[in-house]
């Protein structure tokens, strides 16, 4: 990265300020149509918002978010943020969809001021921010509201970075203070939204080290960098110490991190791939590819820099920023799990594309056109391929669909939100496409631990049966099922959607045979069902 001579009064100029309302206008056009998709209820939207009991906006729930983590992770932030949707549109999808996408807008502009202050023109850093912000990566963050978290996490994030990178250039000492206070208070509001960036306080002792490396400017960097760490690292410690996070160990594979360090930046460039539930890494031999193609670009740009005659000290703080931003996703930390998802690049891209855009913008093309003609048509690339991957976000369905349409062996959340999805919807197609994938390439660490995916396999076939009117079939296969719950002390079988479809099958068959007896045997264990969830979700209430 190359630290910038411009002053913080560049906002003031009209210029910037134009190019910024493009920024906006082009990332608002390529998110608007998923403004008006529903909540993806079998995908956490439910537990977050349509099902959270605590949105309402009281001291309570303030307190409980800020105190004790939601869903196993610390993100208070998101959570007020949800709760202020709550307020204001209740349970209306668009208004989260529309404060969702103004947010990210906002990430947009903070990072095209971020690439202003590393030197780069009006041009080239309109560009950078919108080959980040138009990325179809991006789509799992802005249209997914149990994913608010991301967007949270990288406003503060580039709103911390760039006060820090304004009380770097600052001279006045009051104005300097109140950036840097303002730099710790936005860096622990980020990490509160979603620990992925942790590495803050890393990334900015590099950045003043860098920034040092001007004589001018030498004391000062050394001296300021210690001012936000008062709030950060406290903040870490709130963070790690309400999520029980802390250094985990890989319990599977070291091959996990190696991919990680490559997968991230390169899909950064190009997101070649987009899965949100990713196959996991199970293999060494998985990793190749990636790691090759990581290497020789890594290479490639460092004998690039070294032509430019960029110092080793400017090449060694970049690397260790792009490293340390790289860190929570890597797989060594108990917070996330070990494989990689579109999500957790939405600060790595930022930080990734701030790295190579100087070096890009020192080459000597032959024509002024070029870069920015190429980085305009990349991001064109963008734009088409996220308003296409935009529609299978529209329904749990739809989004259940494309993951079964992916290579490789979905893994076991795949399996289990989109068997819970598909059997709420009633699409048998798409069940029958999951049952398939199901006895051809089952997850090895399974589905559910109760029951075996034998049961779980002869239910889809039994419901299948039973939806394609095939009674005699369906009632053959769900009297297997209860036999071997029987012989297995009723541990066979299943809770939750599961049971509540073969009771609601058997119910209907027995009806369709004038079995009224066995209907209303049904009918009554479907009732005690409904009763037994009521006072769960009752008892939960009172205990939180």
């Given at each position: 990265m190359t630290p910038a001579s411009n002053p913080i009064t560049f906002w003031r100029r009209w210029n910037d300020w134009q190019y910024c309302i493009i920024?906006?206008?082009?990332?608002?056009?390529?998110?608007?149509?998923?403004?008006?998709?529903?909540?993806?209820?079998?995908?956490?939207?439910?537990?977050?918002?349509?099902?959270?009991?605590?949105?309402?906006?009281?001291?309570?729930?303030?307190?409980d978010y800020f105190t004790h983590p939601f869903m196993e992770l610390y993100t208070p932030i998101p959570m007020v943020s949800l709760m202020f949707d709550h307020v204001l549109f209740g349970l209306n999808h668009i208004g989260y969809h529309l404060h969702s996408l103004l947010l990210h807008t906002a990430c947009a502009i903070l990072f095209f001021g971020i690439l202003r202050k590393l030197s780069l023109n009006r041009p080239l850093a309109t560009l950078g921010a919108l080959l980040w912000a138009l990325s179809p990566q991006k789509v799992e963050s802005v249209i997914w509201i149990a994913e608010r978290k991301d967007v949270d996490c990288g406003l503060f994030a580039f709103a911390s970075f760039f006060a820090?990178?304004?009380?770097?250039?600052?001279?006045?000492?009051?104005?300097?203070?109140?950036?840097?206070?303002?730099?710790?208070?936005?860096?622990?509001?980020?990490?509160?939204?979603?620990?992925?960036?942790?590495?803050?306080?890393?990334?900015?002792?590099?950045?003043?080290?860098?920034?040092?490396?001007?004589?001018?400017?030498?004391?000062?960097?050394?001296?300021?960098?210690?001012?936000?760490?008062?709030?950060l690292l406290p903040g870490i410690w709130t963070s790690m110490h309400f999520t029980h996070t802390g250094i985990g160990h890989l319990e599977k594979l070291w091959a996990i991190p190696f991919h990680n360090l490559f997968w991230y930046p390169l899909s950064a460039l190009y997101p070649w791939h987009l899965n949100p539930i990713h196959v996991p890494i199970r293999a060494w031999r998985e990793i190749w590819d990636v790691v090759v193609a990581g290497v020789l670009i890594a290479g490639l740009l460092l004998f690039l820099a070294r032509w430019r005659k960029i110092p080793w000290r400017t090449i060694i703080c970049s690397a260790l920023i792009i490293g340390g931003t790289i860190v929570p996703v890597l797989g060594l930390l108990r917070y996330t799990d070990y494989t990689h998802c579109d999500r957790y690049n939405y600060c790595v891209s930022a930080v990734v594309w701030a790295a190579i855009l100087p070096l890009l913008a020192r080459l000597p093309w032959r024509h002024p056109?070029?870069?920015?003609?190429?980085?305009?048509?990349?991001?064109?690339?963008?734009?088409?391929?996220?308003?296409?991957?935009?529609?299978?976000?529209?329904?749990?369905?739809?989004?259940?669909?494309?993951?079964?349409?992916?290579?490789?062996?979905?893994?076991?959340?795949?399996?289990?939100q989109g068997i819970t999805s598909t059997l709420r919807s009633h699409n048998p197609a798409l069940l029958a496409v999951i049952r398939e994938r199901l006895r051809t390439a089952p997850p090895p660490e399974g589905i559910y631990s109760d029951p075996p995916e034998e049961a779980l396999a002869d239910l889809l076939d039994a419901h299948l049966a039973f939806a394609n009117g095939n009674d005699t079939s369906a009632y053959e296969a769900y009297a297997r099922i209860d036999r071997k719950s029987i012989e297995l002390n009723n541990n066979y079988f299943i809770t939750s959607i599961l049971k509540q479809i073969k009771l609601q099958d058997q119910w209907q068959?027995?009806?369709?045979?004038?079995?009224?007896?066995?209907a209303a045997y049904y009918l009554r264990q479907l009732e005690e069902l409904s009763e037994y969830h009521a006072s769960q979700n009752n008892a939960s209430l009172l205990g939180e």
């Open positions: 920024i906006a206008l082009v990332v608002g056009a390529a998110f608007s149509i998923g403004c008006n998709y529903a909540f993806m209820t079998d995908w956490d939207d439910a537990a977050f918002v349509v099902n959270n009991q605590r949105l309402a906006w009281t001291w309570e729930n303030l307190h820090f990178q304004c009380a770097l250039d600052e001279r006045r000492p009051r104005h300097r203070w109140i950036l840097l206070i303002a730099t710790g208070i936005l860096g622990v509001l980020s990490i509160w939204s979603k620990p992925a960036s942790f590495a803050l306080p890393g990334i900015f002792i590099v950045f003043a080290i860098l920034k040092a490396s001007r004589p001018s400017q030498s004391s000062q960097s050394r001296l300021v960098v210690f001012y936000p760490l008062v709030f056109w070029i870069l920015p003609g190429g980085l305009a048509l990349l991001a064109g690339i963008f734009f088409v391929r996220t308003w296409c991957y935009l529609p299978y976000w529209e329904t749990p369905d739809a989004f259940t669909a494309y993951i079964f349409q992916q290579p490789g062996v979905p893994n076991r959340k795949a399996y289990q068959l027995a009806k369709n045979r004038g079995d009224h007896e066995a």
